[in-house]
């Protein structure tokens, strides 16, 4: 027996965002890679501080590139990945023309060249790249890594910088639902709260996309975990594109007992018929009971009791 629900895929449809995301990636990339480059040099120490710029540079820019191609209305994963990868290469590059300028200019070197001069003379940026790399630039608790090893730290740096861009590219759209015929994403209309089971049959049923079955779970509250969490999508144009996604959330309480939210996808996004659809939203209308004092803590182990 088929069921309502069908899993929901993009389209493929570039549109506007094969020009749009391009033009703005370069954008982008140039201003992180400039803001990358000068913290670098002008960062009082290195060690912690270099990993943390370079986190923000390689994932701030994948993750910018990601908006753009949402708000341009991509529904292609592969062509953001494609772009990802081609910005993630600019942006090695021009992060290396500006980090090599300014290092030489405040060395007092490089009075009369350029920066738009070095960025055309590939030649002489792996010239000084060698020749920053035999002596080293910055110096970690009286050690100064050069050579060898200092080109294994600016391989890894490069991977992260690609293998990050590459793959954040697509992440503003990979949870979403795009309505084809109202050219619009459909947004969050809410999300409401469900019993956990443990029951594998049940929730092989849920991925597969059996919703009818969720009506046998009890409405959950929100501060008892874990529980399943329903987020309802819909086209705020036609209101007939609708969908859902189910996510299993828990509580997770760290070494110094402090509890963070923790929410893993159980099923992707599904596409559900209008009437379904409406059936599901009541399923959230239910009430959910009030948490009593004692179950309200969350889990109750070792160790926190001083909470
Ligand atoms: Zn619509």
Known sequence: MSHAATAYKHSGAIGPAGFIVPVFGIIITILFSYAYAYASVYSP??????????IVFAVGTGFFLSVVGYAAKCRNAWFMHAMGFLTSIFALYTSWVVFVFVL???NGDFEQVGI??????????WELMQSINSTGWYSIR???PSGTFLWIIWGIEA???IVAITYLASASL??????EDCSQWSKTLSSFHLAPTDDISFLEKLMAGETEILAELDANHETLFPRITVDLYSCGGCTETNGYKLRVVTLEVDKDGKTNEDSE???GLFLLPSNHFKKLKELGDRPAPE????SEVGPEDEGDAGM
Not at 116 to 125: K, R
Not at 174 to 179: M, N
Not at 291 to 294: F, L, M, S, V
């Open 265 to 267: 996808d159980l099923t």
């Open 159 to 161: 991977l992260v910088i």
């Open 45 to 54: 120490i290195g060690g912690v501080i270099t990993v943390i710029l370079l």
């Open 116 to 125: 738009q001069e070095l960025f055309f003379a590939p030649d002489s940026l």
């Open 142 to 144: 009286d050690a100064t």
């Open 174 to 179: 990979d949870s979403a639902i795009f309505c």
């Open 291 to 294: 948490p009593d004092a004692e």
């Open 104 to 106: 030489m200019r405040q």
